[in-house]
């Protein structure tokens, strides 16, 4: 499926047509990437039965020392069954700070921006596998990642996760959604 537009109007087509897909295949885990808790509650309304794990950005990301995530929003994700992980970005990490101090463009940063040809969605649903597979919230198996730009979600793929130290072995399976025009 492809959007018209990028962004948050996505959702819930994209949460929707996520979970029919990751039910067609038999993939019970999902991980889908939440600033402030919003998409990731509507996941969780969704996908009933699969594992959801919940990533958001690390503390600091918007703002010096502070969380991007309300604890109350982490909390009632947690409540409800979701694994929320708050992780620095797996394809920028450090290597952002370097390039704003030294510009220039470093590998990681060069995955990223290679990823963003597809959409930013798409560069953020292979992002948040990273951080969830590196926190070992994942089993391993394919699952649905998500993922979305600015805000909301409207990029889904199927994929086998990986770690950053094994980054190469990851595999998209398949795009179930994402904009046409980014």
């Given amino acids: 499926m ?3 537009k990028p962004g948050k109007i996505n959702t819930d087509n994209t949460l ?7 039910n067609a295949l038999g993939i019970k885990e999902v991980v889908v990437a939440s600033s402030k808790g919003e998409t990731a509650k509507k996941a969780l309304e969704i996908f009933e039965g699969f594992k959801v794990v919940v990533v958001t950005s690390h503390s600091g990301f918007l ?3 502070k969380r991007v995530m309300p604890d109350s929003a982490k909390k009632h994700l947690e409540e409800r069954g979701a694994v929320v992980i708050s992780a620095t970005h797996a394809l920028s990490g450090v ?3 370097i390039a704003k101090k030294f510009s220039g463009l470093y590998p990681t940063l060069l995955i990223a921006e290679t990823l963003r040809l597809f959409g930013q969605g798409v560069k953020v649903a292979v992002e948040v596998s990273i951080m969830a597979a ?3 919230a994942l089993s391993g198996s394919d699952v ?5 730009t600015s805000k909301g ?3 889904a793929l199927v994929l086998t996760p990986a770690n950053q130290s094994d980054l190469f072995n990851m595999r998209i399976r398949e795009i179930i959604c994402k904009p046409r025009t980014f």
């Fill in 134 to 136: 590196d926190a070992g």
């Fill in 144 to 148: 649905i990642a998500i993922g979305g």
């Fill in 153 to 155: 979600a409207d990029s």
């Fill in 95 to 97: 290597e952002r700070s």
């Fill in 16 to 22: 929707n047509l996520a979970f029919e897909r990751g």
């Fill in 63 to 65: 703002e010096p020392f």
């Fill in 2 to 4: 492809y959007f018209d």
